[in-house]
């Protein structure tokens, strides 16, 4: 099969290509146009998207368990774009935690239609009370390594990733031990201060959960956690993109300092996403569901965004006033990065996997090819 356009993502730029794909990989690349292939004209056609933080959406949670929802759910991705995403399962009564893991990973074994199940981001109860967002406090808990074998278990290892406020983790040793299994700690839901923020850094903290939001504040003579986010080029940082979890100069300061390398935007939608306006229940109490793109408790506090991942691409170039390469890294290559599978994701390279996204001026998407199959 040969896709072509006028505006292929490759090495940074937007070109005129062709791709040629064979099987579900990527065979070979025609720099220019060619006849005889399925062209997207002037659309635009870059790495699929990946999302590393999501819990949901139209009223299905990732911590429900419910296999015929993650099925769904994976059916419904492809229509934002996303190619690849983790199941975000959030803070929950420990027996539906178990039985999420357990959910993700029989769904996995299965390869459902849509996009693909990587694994599970395990939004932990290893929180700050502090700073827990909407979380139910008594629900949080200390991390400790044998809670985290317990999940593992559960997962038959597909936890990819694993939230912790290391402040409350004895001389790190949930944080080490993840680290050696692979698994990938965010550090977020965070008191932590600076100094002890770039410590876990240099003991394999790989990203921080949604910079600015549910964290100590940076302060003049308190930097704490975004400080260190920002300013080590060891950790990847995300950042909610909508203007509104934080302020679009806050976005830009975030993105500029990471760069097009170590930026990660993440929709870290809801269960509430794709409903109408209205008043439902959700984790954290009733939750209004507002026409800006996020959800909100009655008392105005933010309780998630409800946006398609492709607006991620069009937020961060409009209103944090980024680069267009920081823009598509921060969807595409650098996710890839930080999970480990930037060898055949998260680029358009011969050899790579046929995992792409075909948009519009408009930011909607066109087409989404996984594995070298068109979904739409």
Known sequence: MLITGNHVWLNEEFVPATIEIEGNRIKQIIRKKTKQAIDYGDHYIIPGLIDIHTHGYQGGGAADGDAAFLKKWAHYYVKEGVTTFLVGINVTTEDKIKKSLIAVADVMDEKPHGAEIYGTFLQAPFMSHQYCGTYNKFL??????????????????????????????????????CVKQGIKVCMGFSG?????????????????????????PMMSREP???????????????????????????????????????????????????????????????????DDGVARLLNGKIAGSL???????????????????TAVNAVTIN??????????????????????TVYDRNYHVIQTYVHGEAML
């Open 335 to 356: 996710p890839a990065r930080m999970l480990g599978i930037d060898h055949e994701k998260g680029l358009i390279r011969e050899g790579y996997i046929a995992d792409l």
């Open 307 to 325: 946006k398609p991942m492709i607006a991620n691409i069009k937020d961060m170039t409009e209103k944090g006033k980024l680069p267009l390469v």
């Open 192 to 216: 932590v201060r600076y100094e002890e923020a770039m410590q876990a850094i240099r003991e394999g903290a790989s990203n921080v959960i949604h910079c600015f939001n549910c964290m100590s």
């Open 224 to 290: 704490n956690l975004p400080a260190a986010a920002m300013l080590c080029d060891d950790v990847y940082c995300e950042v909610m993109s909508d203007g509104i979890h934080v302020h679009p100069a806050i976005m830009q300061l975030v993105g500029t300092m990471k760069g097009k390398d170590k930026l990660i935007s993440v929709t870290d939608s809801t269960s509430l996403k794709g409903l109408a306006p209205g008043i439902y229940e959700a984790e954290g109490g009733l939750t209004r569901v507002c």
């Open 140 to 177: 949080l808990k200390a991390p400790t390594v044998e809670q985290v074998k317990e999940y593992i278990a559960c997962s038959r290892n597909t936890i990819r990733t694993i939230s912790l406020a290391v402040e409350e983790d004895h001389e790190h040793e949930t944080l080490k031990y």
